[in-house]
């Protein structure tokens, strides 16, 4: 369900990948499941124009706060860093992925995109995936997708995450799923203006089943639990640091934020707040890793690969197996 009269939202729990728009039209991807002083973190990514929606880059974005929107512009105490940010008596639409994907399954589809997802839901379904743990975020979630359009699902139950990994890849072969084609794959990597070369980024993501093709179109799996680990520790920015560090545990890595356990005597920990380096590293690899050494006020030692949507300068790449 939807609601749509402002600070009606109030009681409402929010999820990472569900977007909040205000009164003045700007439509927001929510970052965090907590609020932080009573507002839902957030990037602003879709403004309401005349007959649609908008896209913003990150700078765009920004931008735009700075120069008109300053009070959606927020400084979190708890986590030592400037984002956006909407008080919540300032939502106005909260929209639900799942609810969204449950709803456009029951209709007929208006464009070429709601076609091939409905496609794409249908061979989940066949292949024995439970299309009620599923939401459908990005540009689908309030319709503002073009033709070129990808189709990006969330997934609630990591069970059924699992097993979405494992139709991807047996549809491939089947070649009722198609993988990437070079023009995709480029179109990808630009788009994340991410800090690993082409062939680094396209070597770590052919080996994750996370996303495909259908029909020429790209789409992207994500897992969202639900029910997130929950750090209540304040955490003050140290400064860029780099490591060389063997991974011990990588059960939260397809997570959001993705978290890797490390096997180092100081820094235990590496979380992403990105899509790029979700699932980038398996139980028992080296990796290289730059992102910004955060401390909390306990002492706890972690390095947040992500500070940013691009993480520009900070990134997790595999550099040999343990044998």
């Known amino acids: 369900m939807v609601e749509e009269r402002c600070g009606i939202d109030a009681l409402n729990s929010y999820q990472p990948k569900d977007f909040i728009e205000t009164a003045e039209g700007l439509v927001f991807a929510v970052v965090a499941g907590d609020l932080d002083e009573e507002r839902v973190l957030a990037i602003l990514r879709y403004r309401r124009i005349p007959g649609g929606y908008q896209k913003l880059s990150t700078r765009e974005g920004d931008e735009l706060l700075k120069n008109h929107y300053p009070h959606y512009i927020h400084y979190s105490k708890a986590r030592d860093v400037t984002l956006h940010g909407v008080h919540r008596d300032l939502v106005c639409v909260h929209h639900q992925p799942r609810q969204r994907l449950r709803t456009m399954r029951l209709q007929t589809p208006h464009d070429e995109i709601e076609q091939k997802l409905h ?136 997570e959001y934020p993705a978290r890797y356990i490390l096997d180092h005597p100081a820094i235990k920990e590496a979380v992403s707040y990105t899509a790029t380096y979700v699932g980038q590293a398996v139980q028992g690899e080296q990796v290289a890793i730059r992102g910004q050494l955060e401390v909390s006020s306990a002492g706890h030692l972690r390095i947040v690969i992500g500070t940013n949507r691009e993480a520009t300068d900070e990134y997790i790449k595999v550099l040999s197996r343990q044998h």
């Open 119 to 254: 496609r794409l839901m249908a061979l989940f379904e066949v292949n024995g995936l439970d299309p009620e743990e599923v939401g459908v975020t990005g540009s689908l979630l309030i319709g503002a997708q073009k033709r070129t359009s990808d189709i990006d699902l969330l997934f609630y139950r990591q069970t059924v995450f699992r097993k979405a990994r494992e139709i991807i890849k047996s549809l491939l072969t089947k070649r009722q799923l198609q993988p990437l084609d070079s023009t995709l794959w480029r179109e990808a990597y630009d788009r994340r203006g991410c800090s690993l070369t082409f062939d680094e980024y396209l070597w770590h993501e052919q080996r994750k089943y996370n996303k495909a093709a259908i029909e020429g179109t790209k789409f992207d799996i994500t897992y969202l639990n639900p029910n997130p680990w929950q750090d209540l520790l304040c955490y003050r920015k140290q400064g860029m640091h780099n490591l060389k560090v063997y991974v011990v545990d990588d059960s939260h890595s397809f």
